[in-house]
T-cell receptor
């Protein structure tokens, strides 16, 4: 089974500052990794995903994430945040092997609050 | 319509009522999911349907009854709910078998049990 840990429940940051949201995963098999964003009263929207290949993946809204197999991490970064980035961010993992099923397991989420 | 549509957006029901949540996807996906999102708790996977067949039930109480008549539609029938069932219920879909494209979520139904 796979699991995800998002250690930071809240991250406050000033507008135009850089931000990093941390995500660590646990799995006995190779994995697919995802970041989702949830704005108030909405569903989850896919920001980016890592399936294989280049460890640096770029997503929508200027976000990027780096897969680090040795540290079992998939941290999300943005060099300069905007007020509109205020939202909850979820890291998620899925088994990336044939026959591994398609169950997506989520972390507990990190609330990003961008302040002026 | 595109994406995943959930109706109603908001629902208030008494503990003795019976209601249903509806989810429809227009993406040609063949797997659908129900998640429960409560305040201060992780997203809870409730049910998984692959090719219309239920493949996972995460010990969900029987007062929640899912139905998947075809690959595009998913229902969650509710009866004799408890106040602790108040939450945001999210539907999602994906392209099985490996769903490597990720899930596409609807906007959710905000359920309040009074």
């Amino acid at each position: 089974a796979q699991s995800v840990t998002q250690l930071d429940s809240q991250v406050p940051v000033f507008e135009e500052a850089p931000v990093e949201l941390r995500c660590n995963y646990s799995s006995s098999v190779s994995v697919y990794l995802f970041w989702y964003v949830q704005y108030p009263n909405q569903g989850l929207q896919l920001l980016l995903k890592y399936l294989s290949g280049s460890t640096l993946v770029k997503g929508i809204n200027g976000f990027e994430a780096e897969f680090n197999k040795s540290q079992t991490s998939f941290h999300l970064r943005k060099p300069s945040v905007h007020i509109s980035d205020t939202a909850e961010y979820f890291c998620a993992v899925m088994a990336g092997v044939t026959g591994g099923g398609n169950k997506l397991t989520f972390g507990t989420g990190t609330q990003l609050k961008v302040e002026l | 319509e595109t994406g995943v549509t959930q109706t109603p957006r908001h629902l208030v029901m008494g503990m003795t009522n019976k209601k249903s949540l509806k989810c429809e996807q227009h993406l040609g996906h063949n797997a659908m999911y129900w998640y429960k999102q409560s305040a201060k708790k992780p997203l809870e996977l409730m049910f998984v349907y692959n090719f219309k067949e239920q493949t996972e039930n995460n010990s969900v109480p029987s007062r929640f009854s899912p139905e998947c008549p075809n690959s595009s539609h998913l229902f969650l029938h509710l009866h004799t709910l408890q106040p602790e069932d108040s939450a945001l219920y999210l539907c999602a879909s994906s392209q099985a078998p490996d769903s490597r494209g990720g899930y596409t979520f609807g906007s959710g139904t905000r359920l309040t049990v009074v």
